[in-house]
Each structure stands twice: as C-alpha cells, then as structure tokens.
C-alpha cells in the first residue's frame, strides 16, 4: 500500500497569515492532485501537478510538486476565511488509475 | 448538471443488515471507485472499476460487494453490516485519460448500530 502522509493535521490561522501543507511518501506517484472538501461535501480537485520540480499557482494557492516525485506542498499566501476547509493530496498511479489520498488537513482561517 | 450521485444520503443499519449503496454518472467515465472516510484518515480505496463488468479490489475491500453492470452505474454492496463499517462513503468516477480528475459524489454517511 502506497502511503501518504499529510502534515499538519489540524491548522488554524488568523485572516492574512500564510500557510504552508505537506504531503509526503516513500512511493513515486506519476502525478500528484489537490482536491478541498467542504463539509457534506464530496472531495473537489483544485490542481494536478505531473512533473518532478513543477510549480503550479491558482491565485492565491502555490502548488509544488517535489522533483523526485514523492512528495508536494501546498501553500496560500493570506489566508482568507473562505479557504476554510479539509485539504487532500491524493497520489495517482498504476495502470487503473488508482488514487491514493493522503488523510488530510483540516484548515480555520478566522476573521 | 447530476456529475455523480449517491444514494442513499443517509443510512442506519443494525448489525447484521445487509445494504446496497448505488452510485449514478452521467459523465459516460469508464472509470468509478467506492472509497471510506473516517476522522483523520483522509479516504481509502474499497473496490474500483475499469469498465462495464470489471471491477477489483482497492486497500480495504473485507466486508463488501460490487457491481458493475452497467456503465453508468456502480454498486456497493454490505451483505452483513458491523459498526467497523460505520463511515461516510463516496463514489467517485474518472475518464480513461492520464492525470484526469476524479469527480464524486456527495456521500452516504451511514451508521450501524
């Protein structure tokens, strides 16, 4: 079983305070994706990063995809309440497909 | 717009009970998964598919079913409930494609008591 690791857990910050989320793994992953849940909700994806080193930005999100293609991190720069939510990397391999989710990270970002 | 949809919604079962949760895409995705959420375990593969027919195992399969009769359809099967599988469950499907997105449904948080 592929393993990924998410840190931190649980991360609560003040409006405009910037934040940094991990996602880590001994396995390689042919791509490596983002998805935020909002509660009663489904996972949504926010960005896919394909290429070892690869940097990704949506607005105020930077995606980065670690060259060696095992590990990525995912960092908003002033924080707003709206990116309130549950963070998941997921990791994307073998021929079916299969994503493997890492177990999350749960951010407040209070008014 | 339907994307992927679950149901039942929500579900109480006593131990022993057997259930059937149907997920239902309009997106013609070869590709559909069943996966668990439990507190701060982020989501865990059950079973998949690859096709109409086909379907395998994923990293917690014991204690449920699946079917893929159709391609539009896949099921989700618990022929004896036990308060382990107490969780909230998602469908999700995906194109045959490289790095595609998986789009999923909005959960079926069942208990079993």
């Known amino acids: 079983t592929q393993l990924l690791e998410q840190s931190p857990q649980f991360l609560s910050i003040q409006e405009g305070e910037n934040l940094t989320v991990y996602c880590n793994s001994s396995s390689v992953f042919s791509s490596l994706q983002w998805y935020r849940q909002e509660p009663g909700e489904g996972p949504v994806l926010l960005v896919t990063v394909v290429t070892g080193g690869e940097v990704k930005k949506l607005k105020r999100l930077t995606f980065q995809f670690g060259d060696a293609r095992k590990d990525s991190s995912l960092h908003i720069t002033a924080a707003q309440p709206g990116d309130t939510g549950l963070y998941l990397c997921a990791g994307l391999s073998g021929s079916a497909r299969q994503l493997t989710f890492g177990s999350g990270t749960q951010l407040t970002v209070l008014p | 717009n339907a994307g992927v949809t679950q149901t039942p919604k929500f579900r109480v079962l006593k131990t022993g009970q057997s259930m059937t949760l149907l997920c239902a895409q309009d997106?013609?995705?070869?590709?559909m998964y069943w996966y668990r959420q439990d507190p701060g375990m982020g989501l865990r593969l059950i079973h998949y598919s690859v096709g109409e027919g086909t379907t395998a195992k994923g990293e917690v399969p014991d204690g449920y079913n699946v079917s893929r009769l159709k391609k539009q359809n896949f099921l989700l099967g618990l022929e004896s409930a036990a308060p382990s599988q107490t969780s909230v469950y998602f469908c999700?499907?995906?194109?045959?494609?490289?790095?595609?997105?998986?789009?999923f449904g909005q959960g079926t948080r069942l208990t079993v008591v």
């Open positions: 999700a499907s995906s194109r045959r494609r490289e790095n595609t997105e998986a789009f």
């Open positions: 997106m013609n995705h070869e590709y």
